[in-house]
Structure formats: C-alpha cells, structure tokens
C-alpha cells in the first residue's frame, strides 16, 4: 500500500523500522507497534510446526519463530468457541467471503497480496450481526496468522473513516480529516480520521460509551470503515475473548454511528 502516511513526531524514518517490512518467514509477523490485550492466561495454545513442501529435499528445520506461528486454522479455539454460540464457518473461500478481500486490502495496515482472510466465522452478538476471521500471509511454505479482524455489516452510507491510538502510525490516510471529539484526554490517546467531517462521525467520537470503553482499554486496536462494515483489527490471531472485545466496541460504535439512543 503506497498511500501517504502520518509519522509520529520525533521519528527519524518509522518505515525504516516497521517490523512488517521483513520476511515473516524470519521475524516475529506481530507488528510491536501494540501492546498485547490481557484477557487471561490461557488465551494461547501450543501450535504445530509448519508443513513444508519440499522437491525431494529433506524439509528445513523450522525455527522458534515458525513452530510459535504456525497456523493450524484455529489456532486458541475461537471456532469451536463459535461453534458453541451457533455461529458459522468458512475458510475465507466461500462465495460470501469475497467482500472481505476489500476489508483486508483497506485495512490500517501493509497488507500484500499474500495476504488473505481465514479462519472465517460469522453470527450474532447482541443484536450486532459479526463477521471473524483472522488475515494470513501465506507463502510456498508457511501460512502466518498476522491480523485479527473483527466486522460488522452497516446498513446506513459511511464515509471513510480510521480510528486509531494516538501512537501508531497512521497508513493511508491520505485526504482524511482530523475529526477531534473536544475531550482533550481522549484526544490525547485517540484519533479520528473521516474522510467528511458529518454529522455520523462527530456522534461517533462524541459518544460517550464509546469513549469510556476505548479509554478503559489498552489502546491496542484500530477502526475502519469499508466495504459496508464497520471494522477492527489488532495483530493477533482470533480467540474468543477478543471477539467478545470486539463485539462490545463495534456494537457502542454502530449504535453511536446510527444515532441509537
């Protein structure tokens, strides 16, 4: 994604240092930029090594970091999780999942073509139809989880809008305006980026429920609006208390986007 950026100030050149610059192959996919979200102990299981195919060679010993990532397609249980709560699952190639390509290719972060959605679940939460899935790279040998995505259908037009912590640093934003919500703590921690400053977004970053839940989390997630829904994502891989985080989150915001009393 080539569009412009906003760097924090201070920084000498941050694309020098992004992590997911480099081969995931190598590094850590996680982007360091965000802080873990602390929703227990037992929110991560052990994951197998990757499979490699080879051409008749005896397969290269995978390192610490390929046996961590590997991606065995549910990697902590959100699906059976899913399951439970009478949700659906796809593998991202179903005929309902081709809108979510444009998710991940809008979203606030270096997607490349060798990325692509998995692990894909949909139902309801409260009244909020969801969709969940995690955003992998794949290459020859390995298929990474990297992102965790959580996003609501909206019916009602949205303009482009980005929702992000104060300090990360800010991909295609390019024509975006600051929409400031005039609380100077929240806006201290949050920004709000619209591609019109109307009447929906100023709800938006006004509401409230929405400003207490994102000031009483760890700042560790980041918004968008695209292809008809309302979106968030973290680099993480998907698992149940980060759906039900993100359930609360998008169903403030969809009620607050709305007009919802």
């Known amino acids: 994604m080539s569009s412009p950026r906003d760097d924090r100030?201070?920084?000498?050149?941050?694309?020098d240092d992004d992590p997911r610059d480099d081969d995931p192959r190598d590094d850590d996919p996680r982007d360091d930029r965000q802080e873990p979200i602390h929703l227990g102990d037992d929110d991560r299981a052990p994951q197998s090594?990757?499979?490699?195919?080879?051409?008749?060679?005896?397969?290269?010993?995978?390192?610490?970091?390929?046996?961590?990532?590997?991606?065995?397609?549910d990697t902590v249980g959100a699906q059976g999780w899913a399951l439970q709560h009478g949700w659906e699952i796809s593998d991202g190639t179903?005929?309902?999942?081709?809108?979510?390509a444009e998710l991940v290719a809008t979203a606030p972060v270096r997607a490349t073509r060798d990325h692509r959605p998995a692990g894909v679940m949909r139902g309801r939460s409260g009244s909020l139809?969801?969709?969940a899935f995690d955003v992998v790279f794949v290459d020859k040998r390995h298929t990474v989880p990297e992102y965790a995505v959580t996003a609501a259908p909206v019916l009602l037009p949205l303009p482009g809008l980005r929702l992000a912590p104060a300090r990360f640093w800010r991909h295609g934003t390019g024509g975006l305006l600051h929409v400031p919500s005039g609380e100077p703590q929240f806006d201290a921690r949050w920004v709000l980026l619209a591609a019109e400053d109307g009447e929906a977004v100023r709800r938006l970053v006004g509401d409230v429920t929405v400003r207490g839940l994102l000031m009483h989390s760890d700042d560790g997630d980041e918004f968008w609006a695209a292809a008809g829904h309302l979106a968030a994502i973290r680099p993480d891989g998907q698992r149940?208390?980060?759906?039900?985080?993100?359930?609360?989150l998008l169903g403030a915001m969809v009620a607050a986007l709305a007009g919802a009393a």
């Open 129 to 131: 139809e969801l969709v």
């Open 240 to 248: 149940p208390e980060l759906i039900e985080h993100h359930a609360r």
């Open 9 to 15: 100030p201070g920084d000498d050149d941050p694309r």
């Open 49 to 73: 090594a990757p499979v490699t195919v080879g051409s008749g060679r005896p397969p290269r010993e995978p390192g610490v970091v390929q046996q961590v990532f590997a991606y065995r397609g």
């Open 94 to 100: 179903a005929p309902q999942d081709a809108v979510l």
